[in-house]
């Protein structure tokens, strides 16, 4: 662990002075499915600490945009970078948490949630170099186990940690998959639309974790509908509708006519 | 060669260490030599198509395997008029049809299904055009049908060399396929080279099946891919449970297979995969996650 924040800590004072970039910035960049460009022209640059609010209509290529920033997808052009790193070498050193919108995955696949969680350790095992870390994850050291079972604490799952995967309902998946993206220690977690289908005792368990999470210097990116959520948690704003609309302070963005530029179309910020 | 082989004959001679504790009805047939290599032959296979069918059946890579096992065919042939041993013959192709396949499917519209149809038809044919001009019939019936009786020191030796080499990836890989599998978005999130480990799979699963081919024979090794890992997937939920049952049932059905073929006098490949069919019905049915169970689990959910 030592080792691991040591090394943290070099990259960040070879990094900071050279171009100190944001955490998140984006330069000129677009993405294309096939040849439909979904975003065009996109700028932007996030200071780190942060939780970031993003915001914008169906299609408007918010999940798009997550994908380029874990390097899922390669853009189209421009140029993306996290913590002045590339995206690969940033993923590589365990600096990024991801949650998708829907896992795809097989819902029948013979794994207990807390191998699940276990599996957002695989960077921080395969850091430590050594044996223990080619093993099977059952042999990783205690910490590791440790880790993911308080992950699984903070959101309130500990009592499912031996239960299939599939034997979960919707928002215990939900839950599972944050829990996952906890343990991994990251600095940046991009979270899409986790509140979408979960109920409001599991939101405030959610909102627990993101201040939490904030409060650890952590930088969060959450894709989300849902406005008073922004305007209660967010420090920042991102108006997305194929590029940045706007981007700043929730008080001073949400504005009806920022709104009505982003959704082209009346829309009312109340529930 | 020749230290690998002396190896070999020490675990032919473990083996039949064990073989000798069982009844003498049992164990009379393996007094023979070629019992012996045929037996060590049978279980490596076992156990190494026992460990790739959970990941096969996990993937659904069930057509893959198909695919591989039907294009090894040319390089079996080229080999043979090469004088080259029929094993890197089919490796090679069976590698390159694999490779093929995951480079159409990575990198073009075609999906994977199709690219697997593609791909092995194509290696298949050429297989059968260049077989028709140079070998006998029984020549070919033994490539497609298997002839463990029939193995020879240098075959036992490479096989197994593959089930060795097999046996470390996955082990030393466990977290890379566990995760590629179940979760490849995740896997390639957190900076695992998913583009590698899926060609990697691939050519340990090419690997299996050249090795297999011996016993089982080009057309049935499929089974033994798809069959001991969907009967663990029966019994259990945790994967390290499945890989061990699936490499139970592949290894003790390819013995018993093996034996009960030499007792009725019958093609040991369609035996074998006979059994391992004995092993799944049972679990489908009354596995904890078969037909009867699953309808009647009802439990009670924690708080
Ligand atoms: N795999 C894909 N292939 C082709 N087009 C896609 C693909 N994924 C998304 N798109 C298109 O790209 C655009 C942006 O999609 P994206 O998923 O980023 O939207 P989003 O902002 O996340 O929307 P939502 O709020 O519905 O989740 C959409 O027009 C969509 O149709
Ligand atoms: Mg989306």
């Known amino acids: ?271 | 060669m020749k230290a690998l082989e002396s190896l070999v004959q020490t675990l032919i001679d473990i083996v039949m260490w064990f073989v000798n504790l069982l009844p003498p009805v049992l164990s009379d047939p393996f007094q023979y030599a070629f019992m012996q290599r045929a037996l060590l032959t049978s279980l490596v296979v076992g156990v190494i198509c026992g460990v790739l069918s959970c990941y096969i059946v996990l993937k659904r890579w069930a057509l893959l395997g198909d695919a591989v096992s039907h294009a090894v065919l040319p390089g079996v042939a080229i080999a043979y008029l090469l004088g080259l041993p029929f094993s890197v013959g089919a490796f090679i192709s069976g590698a390159l049809t694999s490779l093929g396949i995951g480079a159409l499917e990575r990198n073009t519209r075609i999906k994977s299904d199709s690219a697997m149809g593609l791909m092995f038809t194509g290696a298949f044919a050429l297989g059968v055009v260049i077989i028709s001009r140079i070998a006998s019939s029984t020549h070919l019936m033994h490539i497609l049908f298997g002839n463990v009786l029939g193995v020879r020191m240098e075959a036992l030796t490479w096989t197994v060399l593959a089930g060795a080499v097999t046996l470390f990836f996955a082990f030393r890989y466990y977290k890379e396929f566990l995760l590629f599998s179940f979760d490849p978005t995740h896997a390639s999130a957190i900076g695992m080279n998913t583009a590698a480990i899926h060609y990697g799979l691939m050519l340990l699963l090419t690997l299996t099946i050249v090795a297999s081919l011996e016993t089982v024979g080009i057309v049935l090794v499929v089974a033994m891919l798809i069959i001991p890992g969907s009967t663990a997937n029966m019994l259990v939920n945790s994967l390290p449970r499945m890989i061990a049952i699936s490499v139970a049932v592949g290894a003790v059905s390819s013995a018993l297979g093996l034996y009960l073929s030499f007792l009725l006098n019958v093609a040991s490949g369609g035996t074998i995969v006979l059994v391992t069919f004995a092993f799944f019905v049972p679990a489908l049915v009354f596995g904890p996650n078969g037909l009867l169970f699953r309808r009647r689990r009802i439990t009670v959910a924690p708080a």
């Open chain 1, 1 to 271: 662990m030592n080792d691991a924040t040591g090394l943290r800590q070099r990259e960040l004072t070879r990094q900071i002075p050279r171009s100190y970039a944001g955490t998140v910035a984006a330069n000129a960049v677009s993405a294309a499915y096939d040849r439909d460009l979904v975003l065009r022209d996109m700028s932007f640059s996030l200071d780190p600490g942060q939780l970031v609010a993003i915001v914008g209509p169906n299609g408007a290529g918010k999940s798009t945009l997550f994908k380029l920033l874990t390097g899922i997808k390669k853009p189209a052009g421009g140029t993306v970078s996290v913590f002045g790193d590339t995206v690969y070498r940033a993923r590589r050193n365990n600096r990024i948490a991801y949650v998708p919108q829907e896992a795809e995955i097989d819902w029948d696949y013979p794994v207990v949630v807390h191998d699940v969680v276990l599996s957002g350790r695989f960077g921080r095992i395969r850091e430590e170099g050594g044996l223990r870390s080619i093993l099977p994850p059952r042999f990783a050291a205690r910490r590791h186990h440790e880790a993911s079972a308080a992950a699984l604490g903070s959101v309130g799952m500990s009592d499912y940690a031996d239960r299939p995967i599939g034997a979960l309902s919707g928002g215990q998946k939900k839950r599972v998959f944050l829990a996952r993206a906890i343990a991994q220690e990251a600095d940046l977690l991009l979270l899409d639309e986790p509140l979408a289908g979960i109920d409001r005792a599991t939101e405030s368990v959610f909102f627990d974790v993101l201040v939490e999470l904030k409060s650890a210097g952590k930088t969060v990116l959450m894709i989300t509908h849902d406005f008073p959520t922004v305007e209660e948690f967010a420090d920042t704003v991102m108006l997305l509708s194929r590029s940045v609309i706007e981007i700043g302070p929730p008080a001073e963005i949400l504005t009806d006519e920022n709104l009505e530029r982003t959704y082209h179309g009346s829309v009312r910020r109340g529930r």
